[in-house]
């Protein structure tokens, strides 16, 4: 970690007094991270430091969880909440405040462990939490992302949620688990691929590998439907704005339509700003490739 939080009370017990701390923060020694709580050097560039320093705010018995237990576990996450998420196990008086938000729960038997010297909740116990709590592209990607990079299996996620059977949340955790789908390559994928299961639409195959007569691959498509012969590409704006990636993208598309593929393109834009019109310009094309209404 760029920076090392510190306790106030340790400052005070090394020989410091509320003056020396107070220079100290002036200066850019010592930012506050919370109260009671401040770290050495800079802070602002790293997250753990952010996430430490909440667990120490929060008193003993306290571990990071939700999506700040998914940024020490390195999963990928959507959207991060404006503050950061600890857990206190099973006590009353933790209040979430402004900055920091305090959630009071017990924790069986080896959902608690340590990274990068950081007590968190286990990684099959951070995705069971995010499947019942964060949004759910969040939750959703969050599990995918942490399945494709090898560091749970589908098996060992269903026991974390077998575990937490029981509780009266775990029941959309179980519906939300039902929608995962591991070979999704991007947030922006599962978004869209989210958006046609809303919209009433068949889920379609994910990375499609499309090939010439002869054998030669011409596309990996991010999503398709291959009875009509429709392909849906999710394009970020990174990857496929650069001038080589727009004529690579012609190309293809132009080879994709010789062999009677039909492409469809939408944004992140689309997928979290329209999603009816997702779901309308894929049923649609859909009905008209296929011969009948969907």
């Known amino acids: 970690m760029a920076a ?18 107070a220079a100290a923060t002036l200066r850019g020694d010592l930012s506050r991270q919370f109260r009671g709580v401040y770290a050495e050097g800079d802070a ?21 969880s939700g999506t700040s237990a998914a940024v020490v576990h390195q999963v990928s996450i959507v959207s991060r909440p404006p503050r950061p998420e ?27 462990v340590v990274v990068a010297g950081i007590p968190v909740t286990a990684l099959p116990r951070t995705l069971v939490d995010l499947l019942c709590d964060a949004d759910r592209l969040t939750a959703i990607w969050a599990c995918e992302d942490a399945i494709r990079q090898g560091k749970l299996t589908p098996d060992e996620l269903d026991e974390a949620l ?17 929608l995962l789908e591991p070979r999704s390559e991007s947030p922006l994928e599962t978004a ?24 030669h691959l011409v596309a990996v498509l991010d999503l398709a439907y291959d009875d009509a012969l429709l392909g ?25 339509g010789a062999l009677g593929w039909h492409l469809i393109r939408f944004t992140w834009a689309d997928a979290v700003g329209r999603p009816a019109y997702i779901a309308w310009t894929v049923r649609e094309t859909l009905s008209r490739r296929v011969g009948r209404q969907l």
Do not use: F, K, M
């Open 4 to 21: 090392v939080p510190v306790l106030r009370r340790t400052l005070l017990q090394d020989g410091g007094t509320r003056h020396t701390i």
């Open 44 to 64: 602002v560039t790293s997250e753990l430091v952010r996430v430490l320093s909440a667990v120490l705010a929060s008193g003993s018995g306290a571990v990071a």
């Open 86 to 112: 600890v857990t206190v196990l099973g006590r009353t008086g933790r209040a979430s405040r402004p900055d920091l938000r305090v959630r009071v729960r017990s924790l069986g038997d080896g959902d608690i």
């Open 162 to 178: 077998a575990r937490s059977a029981g509780q009266r949340r775990i029941i959309r955790a179980r519906r939300r688990r039902g």
């Open 192 to 215: 869209v691929r989210l958006d046609l299961y809303d919209g009433g639409l068949p889920i379609p195959h994910l990375q499609r590998e499309v090939r010439t007569h002869e054998g």
């Open 232 to 256: 849906i590409e999710a394009d970020g704006w990174g990857p496929h704005s650069v001038p080589n990636a727009l004529y690579h993208d012609r190309r293809r598309a132009n080879v994709l």
